[in-house]
């Protein structure tokens, strides 16, 4: 199983490698132990899995969690174990900074502020292109070049607008008068698709923030 781990961990692709955490002196039961001390402390609901992918356990976060994780603990000598946060949202980095923090291990410079649920509910409804940039700007979930992917969200607005102004192209461009009802459809159901999981990404900030944790990036 060792070995598995330590092949697994190689086969990581080169952005998860930044969500790779060293825990010497720390048995596979120990680091977890940690792992969900800090998932109680910022309020992060998990459920063990056990499709492990060769490491010894795996924690997943559940569906109406905040946070956002696969978080997989192995390792590949005594008393050498790794930790490794993988996330769909983009917040594999920023837990993996809080498990080590949270065990003494390190501590970092980089702070960033509140998020406030309402305004970013807000700028979602207005636009799910506004509501991406509330998102990224000054957040440690942060992508790279979020800017150029925040303008599909922007493609995506003037795409709907233009199909449901032509009611799906039964007559020419009118979004207003003859076409409105199929523009607020296709508007209104771009920004429900999209503010649950703004919505949580807000929250989740905002916790780690009052918590006062402090992140590498």
């Known amino acids: 199983m060792a070995l598995w781990t330590l092949m697994t961990l190689l086969a990581t692709p080169i952005l998860a490698m930044g969500a790779v955490a060293d825990m010497?002196?720390?048995s596979p039961e120990e680091a977890l132990e940690r792992v969900k001390f800090s998932l109680r402390k910022i309020g992060a609901t998990y459920r063990e899995n056990e499709e492990t992918e060769g490491f010894h356990y795996r924690l997943?976060?559940?569906?109406?969690?905040p946070f956002d994780f696969q978080i997989y603990i192995g390792s590949f000598a005594p008393q050498k174990t790794i930790?490794?946060?993988?996330?769909?949202?983009?917040?594999?980095?920023?837990?993996?900074?809080?498990?080590v923090q949270d065990a003494e291990l390190a501590k970092f410079d980089k702070r960033y502020g509140r998020k406030f649920w309402f305004v970013g509910d807000t700028l979602t409804l207005a636009s799910p292109f506004l509501g991406y940039l509330y998102t990224q700007i000054d957040s440690p979930?942060?992508?790279?070049?979020?800017?150029w992917k925040s303008l599909l969200f922007l493609g995506g607005?003037?795409?709907l607008l233009w199909i449901?102004?032509?009611?799906?192209?039964?007559?020419?461009?009118?979004?207003?008068?003859?076409?409105?009802?199929a523009t607020a459809i296709l508007l209104g159901g771009y920004r429900?698709?999209?503010?649950?999981?703004?919505?949580?990404?807000?929250?989740a900030q905002d916790r780690l923030v009052s918590l006062n944790y402090a992140f590498r990036y």
Do not use: Q, W
């Open 83 to 99: 930790i490794r946060v993988d996330s769909s949202r983009g917040m594999e980095k920023a837990l993996c900074d809080v498990i």
């Open 192 to 203: 429900l698709a999209f503010l649950p999981g703004f919505h949580l990404r807000f929250v």
């Open 60 to 65: 997943d976060s559940t569906f109406f969690s």
């Open 141 to 147: 979930f942060a992508s790279r070049n979020f800017y």
């Open 164 to 181: 449901g102004g032509k009611t799906f192209f039964t007559h020419g461009f009118d979004p207003l008068r003859r076409g409105k009802v």
């Open 24 to 26: 010497p002196r720390h």
């Open 157 to 159: 607005d003037l795409l």
